[in-house]
């Protein structure tokens, strides 16, 4: 049994999960709350951020890498193109692009939102994370434009994390998608896996209730 401890960026390893039929235990981490006192979390990643699992013996943190650990572990799976499939390439660049290039960016504009000092919420770095996310969204459009999901017409865990953070930019800082890109999450997050997924996430499920979108 899979331990994943907290939702956020987690919720990218339930849906994993949940396409893969694996059997897992979510361990909610309330970041809000402060995690000092969370000796079992602490214990298990020092460094207080989430997600992180527990699977035996093994303990790993930072989403896209236990998406890979989990389908290179449990697979082979459809939702990870072997190395000889056409489409590889297109899948490790997108799976490394919805957090590097899309989730990572958006990060710095919403943490400069809750917690900088009010004369310091529109700063140059603000401007600098929007652009980047932006001409990587750029990419992902480009090809949305020719196929149906971001490697090719098969729902892959490139998908999941894109999807993710296309969301993640809508629910924090209300960016606007275009067509395209509303359309694509329509159609990824309409899988039976990503309602299972939403189930399991409380906290996830309660945070996009409440912002009405
Ligand atoms: N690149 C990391 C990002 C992890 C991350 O930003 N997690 C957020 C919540 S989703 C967090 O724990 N923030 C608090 C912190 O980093 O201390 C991943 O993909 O797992």
Not at 145 to 155: C, E, L, P, Q
Request: hydrophobic share 45%; aromatic share 10%; charged share 20%.
């Amino acid at each position: 049994m899979i331990t994943v401890y907290g939702e956020g960026r987690g919720f990218r390893v339930i849906w994993l999960m949940e396409e893969m039929g694996l059997a897992y235990r979510m361990r909610p981490v309330d970041l809000l709350d402060g995690v000092e006192n969370d000796h079992e979390f602490l214990a298990v990643n020092p460094a207080g951020f989430i997600p992180a699992i527990v699977d035996g013996g093994t303990v790993m943190v930072k989403s896209i890498a236990i998406l890979q650990y989990l389908l290179a572990k449990y697979g082979p799976s459809p939702l990870a193109p072997e190395p000889d499939d056409p489409h590889f390439p297109a899948y490790l660049q997108f799976l490394h692009m919805g957090e590097a290039g899309l989730a990572g960016p958006v990060n710095a504009i919403v943490a400069t939102d809750i917690l900088a000092p009010e004369d310091d919420k529109a700063n140059w770095t603000v401007g600098w994370a929007r652009s980047i996310f932006e001409s990587r969204l750029g990419l992902v459009s480009r090809q949305l434009a020719k196929t149906d999901h971001v490697a090719g017409a098969r729902f892959t865990a490139a998908d999941i994390s894109v999807t993710y953070a296309l969301q993640f930019a809508q629910r924090t800082i209300g960016y606007k998608l275009g067509e395209t890109e509303l359309a694509y999450v329509a159609r990824t997050t309409s899988r039976p896996a990503y309602g299972r997924a939403m189930d399991s996430c409380p906290a996830t499920r309660a945070w996009v209730a409440s912002l009405n979108l």
